[in-house]
């Protein structure tokens, strides 16, 4: 009888701990219709926020760019100010599509030596100077139709006041709180502070999340624009937090800080025009690069699953990726071959795939191996009633990006400097490359792998789509894009099914197979012709729009792989 509280409370722990660590089950997408707009982003919060900002009149950049800052209240994982990443605005007035490029970049004072192999990345080191709140300002200044503040107050409102938490963000805020680095670290010890349950348990589903000092930083954003976070307090807060933590990042490197209008790197499949990301980032050269070498194999006249076409859609990955490694880095810093995206050079890689023998990654380049990276960053669509598209991904890099918590300001820091190349000319099998391409220079940007895409049809948006994941955000974007266009399948369904990787070294395929019989002898096969298979759960959250063009109707799909809400605006 003695012993059955403690064992009781030790239970009651036990069964509490476990169930932090659980991920949210979700198996189905969820789908919203609508005709005057729609927000699709990791969080219910933050697409509500974008749609109430639609039905105010705001367009699909206003509504952009309010979704990004709710989201950096409501899904600190990878929402954020103090990361960077890259937004695709398609006009609605015949003006062509641009990139809002505003990723991070190395301070001055970085070098190209600056980092050990193997070391640490959650430190102030590998933090590269934020571009979010540049990039955002960008967007507005260039197409926003609604006062900068008025897009701004919802998220100061959500940190100010507080909001639910839901399954999703119990999971992520427990999950962080609970590695050994962030418990014992001085370093994380304002994370600990902001981010802990105030009565020191974990947190769950239904319990309010305050974030004051994100909500006094948020305000001044919105009431003195952006620059207000690369000058003044907040600036000398995150200098102060560099100060302290060893890290690089001056004044003069934030108030230097400009993001940036690309031209996107534009390419056609099957009559469409697609539209991604140009450098500092792989995923718009990358995506186009595979559809091209895909697009004279006639994929759609066999089936999605059969081992042909998995093995097609990996061989066609794998010499992309190949050419990233090879060329691809920021333009500034970088000349860039033009023949990638190019009909004539898919066709002469096409040439060499056979077509049931897998080509050994060696045999393309044989002295490069990438680097690992950690599943984190989040994608959003959204769409206006005029027809104006937005295709936004953008991170902190890992998931909770350093995980240090700028005191007094409230907001996460990125760690972003790992996406450069960490030394020259060492590549190895555990994945660190050394080419020039993507080496450390002061002011560079660091290359990407995120693909916020837009695919449209005589001018006007057709498909919205993204994902986080590292790099398989590109083999989830390219197979969204073959769904839809090659094998015709409705939004829901081409979100919904399984998702396949290659991303050329490690030289395997990971692929989110079921148990079906399809499946399964489809793996066989692939193994039979030479390919490594391993099976993953989860790829990616590609928060998605469809348009139809006969109809003009939006559907929105959010991902189940992690959650996220789509939410319509219909009058
Ligand atoms: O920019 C990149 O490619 C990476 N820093 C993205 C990391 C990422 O997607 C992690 N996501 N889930």
Partial sequence: MKLALPCLLFLLLATTLARAADLPARTSVQVARASQGMVVSETPHASRVGRDVLTRGGNAVDAAVATAFALAVTWPEAGNIGGGGFMMVHPADGKPPVCVEYRETAPAAATE??????????????VGVPGTVGGLQLAHESFGRLPWRDIV??????AESGFVVDDWLAYSTNKVLEQENVRL????AELRRVYSHPQGRPWRKGDVMVLLDLARTLRTIAERGGNAFYEGRIADLLVAEMQRGNGIISKQDLEGYRAKIRKPIGGTYRGYDLYGPPPPCSGGTCVIETLNILEPFKLREHPRFGAR???LIAEAARRAFADRAKYLGDPDF???PKHLTGKEYAAKLAGAIKLDEATPSEAIAPEIQLADESPDTTHFSVIDGDGMGVSNTYTLEASWGSRIVVPGAGFLLNNEMGDFNWKRGHTDRKGRIGTDANLIRPGKRMLSSQSPFIVARDGKVVLLTGSPGGRTIINTVLGNILNVLEFEMPIDKAIDTARLHHQWFPDEITFEGTKSDEHASAVKKLRDWGHTVRYRSRQGSAHSIHVDLKTSKYVGVADWRRGGFAAGHSQ
């Fill in 309 to 311: 076409n998995l093995h």
């Fill in 153 to 158: 107050m919802p998220a100061v409102r959500l």
């Fill in 334 to 336: 970088t000349s860039i």
């Fill in 185 to 188: 670290g001085d370093r994380y």
């Fill in 113 to 126: 030596t600056m980092f050990e192999l193997g070391e640490s990345r959650y430190n102030c080191k590998a």
